[in-house]
């Protein structure tokens, strides 16, 4: 594709332009380039020098100078945060409910501690396993399964 006959004769077209653009002379190849000059971060620690305002020096002037103003924001900022629980409180009733009608939905249904066990014993003598089955479909019993394994 990058040789192409199409290409070769767009570059030739434009070889007067391109040369013109490119940094370099006699159309050598560039390998790299350096933008000389102020960059974002530069800019922005410039403005925010120390003559200037910050959000926590006004917010100490108000506190300071207008206790009603102040104590304004701050009941909005609790009010917020209020809002803020409550509506997590009720994103995580809703799941829990949401939960709560799909285990019901299912019916007898069991989980186990663990889906694997590993048990090893000595020859000519016993070993035992545990594994916990909770049952969460319809009825919350909890019962323990033992297993007990004998190598001889």
Same mark, same amino acid.
């Given at each position: 594709?990058?040789?192409?006959?199409?290409l070769?004769?767009?570059?030739?077209?434009?070889?007067?332009?391109i040369?013109?653009?490119?940094? $370099?002379?006699?159309?050598?190849?560039?390998?790299?380039?350096?933008?000389?000059?102020? $960059?974002?971060?530069?800019?922005? /620690?410039?403005?925010? /020098?120390?003559d200037?305002? +910050?959000?926590?020096?006004?917010?100490?002037?108000?506190a &300071?100078? &207008?206790?009603?103003?102040?104590?304004?924001?701050?009941?909005?900022?609790?009010e917020? %945060?209020?809002?803020? /629980?409550d509506?997590?409180?009720?994103?995580?009733?809703?799941?829990?409910?949401a939960?709560?009608?799909?285990?019901?939905a299912l019916?007898? !249904?069991c989980?186990?501690?663990?889906?694997?066990?590993?048990? %090893?014993?000595?020859?000519?003598?016993?070993?035992h396993a545990?594994?916990?089955?909770?049952? +969460?479909g319809? $009825?919350? !019993? %909890? %019962?323990?399964?033992?297993?007990n394994?004998?190598?001889?």
């Amino acid at each position: 594709m990058l040789d192409s006959k199409f290409l070769a004769v767009r570059r030739h077209k434009y070889e007067k332009n391109i040369k013109a653009l490119m940094p $370099g002379e006699l159309g050598e190849d560039v390998v790299a380039m350096q933008v000389a000059g102020q $960059g974002v971060e530069a800019a922005l /620690a410039a403005a925010a /020098a120390p003559d200037n305002i +910050t959000l926590a020096d006004l917010e100490e002037q108000i506190a &300071n100078t &207008n206790l009603d103003t102040w104590a304004a924001i701050q009941h909005c900022r609790a009010e917020r %945060s209020a809002q803020a /629980a409550d509506s997590e409180a009720d994103a995580e009733a809703a799941a829990e409910a949401a939960e709560t009608a799909r285990v019901k939905a299912l019916g007898p !249904h069991c989980t186990l501690s663990d889906t694997r066990i590993a048990v %090893s014993a000595a020859a000519g003598s016993a070993a035992h396993a545990t594994l916990t089955m909770r049952n +969460t479909g319809r $009825g919350l !019993h %909890s %019962s323990t399964v033992q297993l007990n394994l004998s190598c001889f």
